[in-house]
């Protein structure tokens, strides 16, 4: 039996994430068309860790992918809205790790007050768009020519999903590091069943 864990990231996992992230840029997968160098990607890792909430999820030890939270960009002022980011690498896709990524992320999110997610996905990416709807997320728009990659514009489809918040008179939302203990490890544990041996 493999052992597995769905966890908080911290600095020390930038390289094993920016592996993971950096073939997505190669194809419509993600909107960089290059991965960043490690210095600036543990940056990001750092500016949005402690406030939003980037996790990780572990095979037998061995990063196999990663999900990570930013504001949302049509609404940065809104606390209670965000936006997601999912990567699984190559190998470990099929076995349940977005799936694992996804459940412990919404906990996350709801334990933390969140009040609506949003998915920006480049066209065309059919995995990506079932991921998503499987997810719960529901299409709001398809943003004609609203991203470009390698100089040429992409339309870019935008997906959102109304979370559960546990307070939901709550005046700002939890960071994630202020979720109380056994209510995180609770999620954990939930996710880390969904992966498949």
């Not at 936006?83 to 190559?90: A, D, G, R, S």
Request: glycine share 8%.
């Amino acid at each position: 039996m493999k052992k597995v864990a769905v966890r908080r990231v911290n600095e020390w996992d930038g390289p094993s994430m920016l592996k993971i992230y950096a073939p997505y840029t190669e194809g419509l997968e993600a909107f960089e068309g290059e991965p960043p160098e490690l210095q600036e990607y543990i940056q990001r890792i750092d500016r949005y860790t402690y406030g939003l909430g980037w996790i990780l999820c572990e095979i037998d030890s061995t990063p196999s992918g990663f999900c990570c939270l930013t504001e949302d960009r049509e609404a940065p002022e809104d606390l209670f809205s965000v936006e997601l980011q999912l990567y699984v690498k190559q190998d470990c896709r099929r076995r349940g790790v977005g799936s694992a990524l996804w459940a412990l992320m919404r906990d996350i999110m709801e334990l933390g007050n969140r009040r609506r997610v949003t998915a920006r996905v480049l066209l065309p990416n059919p995995e990506a768009q079932a991921f998503f709807l499987h997810a719960g997320f529901s299409p709001v728009r398809t943003e004609r020519g609203g991203a470009e990659k390698w100089g040429e514009p992409h339309d870019v489809l935008v997906l959102q999903r109304e979370l559960v918040p546990s307070d939901p008179g709550a005046e700002r939302p939890t960071k994630p590091y202020l979720i109380e203990n056994a209510d995180y490890e609770a999620a954990r544990e939930r996710a880390a069943l969904l992966v498949k041996g």
